[in-house]
């Protein structure tokens, strides 16, 4: 049998499926931990949510007295959605920056633990934090300004599982832009997923958009998303060929995200550069 390639490089017998789930467990038991030990980073899953929802739920409150009801709608499932992107992105990429925060990086790096157990550890625990934020938001939304957002219906689980791997997607691109180019670059992981941003039309339709950028929307998974919440909470049907357009997006996503990943790993294994981050 073929051996497995460690973090660090190195060859290790290879593993069973049990084994790799312990390994992966065990990256999501630290980062727990390490959530438990540390109020502010509790506190920051929920600040920065209920903030964004208060401020565009005034907003809404106001448009709803101009008899627009459906753009009321449409501004509350946005800023639900883009959350979901916004912090699938941001924790998967924090967590990576923690470990140089903390300078513990190379430590994991030369531990038997494999960079794709390393990266899925990171991912899994992103979701704990993203149900955390989301269901609070989305119990605010429905206390404060009576927006249900299961009112998407089924469509909301796709929905919500490609803005996810667009997110996971976008902070592995990241960390490959951190391990490439070091700390400096640390500001790619706040502000990757903004790019994004005016090309989704998340708070208004892509029709609004120059021709040009329509074009490039089209190529963007989270387009198709938004589109189709605003068509579904104009009372029209969940647009599968749209959240099948995105899948297959997001696949290509992946994996130029994944190729990337280990384009830069190995150039800084190569280069010695991960040592720095250890410094």
């Known amino acids: ?4 390639e460690g973090a660090a490089g190195l060859a290790y017998p290879p593993l069973s499926p049990a084994a ?15 959530l438990r030990r540390s109020p502010i980073r509790v506190f920051e899953i929920v600040f920065w949510p209920v903030i964004e929802l208060v401020v565009w739920g005034y907003v809404t409150l106001f448009l709803q007295a101009q008899k627009v ?28 920056l923690e ?11 030369v ?39 299961l009112t998407i219906g089924i469509g909301l689980v796709p929905f919500m599982a490609v803005l996810m791997v667009m997110g996971w997607s976008l902070a592995i691109v990241a960390i490959s832009c951190v391990l490439r180019f070091g700390e400096g670059a640390q500001v790619i992981a706040w502000s990757l997923v903004f790019v ?13 958009l120059p021709e040009a950028l329509r074009a490039i929307s089209a190529f963007v998974p989270a387009t198709h998303v938004f589109e189709g ?32 990943y ?18």
């Open 1 to 4: 049998m073929d051996s497995v």
């Open 20 to 34: 790799r789930r312990r390994r992966i467990g065990g990256v999501v038991a630290r980062d727990l931990a390490a």
């Open 69 to 96: 009801p459906f753009i009321v709608s449409a501004l509350l499932g946005a800023v639900l959605l883009w959350q979901v992107l916004h912090r699938a992105s941001n924790e998967v990429a924090i967590g990576f």
């Open 99 to 109: 470990d140089i925060w903390s300078r513990n990086l190379l430590n994991v790096q």
């Open 111 to 149: 531990t038997p633990v494999t960079p794709a157990e390393y990266m899925t550890g990171l991912v899994l625990f992103s979701l704990t934090k993203i149900a955390a934020g989301i269901t609070i938001m989305a119990l605010l939304a429905y206390a404060l300004y009576g927006f249900g957002l």
């Open 196 to 208: 994004f941003q005016p090309l989704a039309g998340v708070f208004y339709p892509v029709s609004v």
């Open 229 to 260: 919440m605003r068509a579904v909470l104009n009372g029209g049907a969940i647009p599968w060929d749209r959240l099948g357009a995105a899948a297959v997006l997001d696949v290509a996503y992946v994996a130029l995200a994944l190729w990337l």
């Open 262 to 279: 280990g384009l830069t790993l190995r150039h800084a294994r190569t280069k010695g550069r991960l040592s720095r981050f250890g410094e």
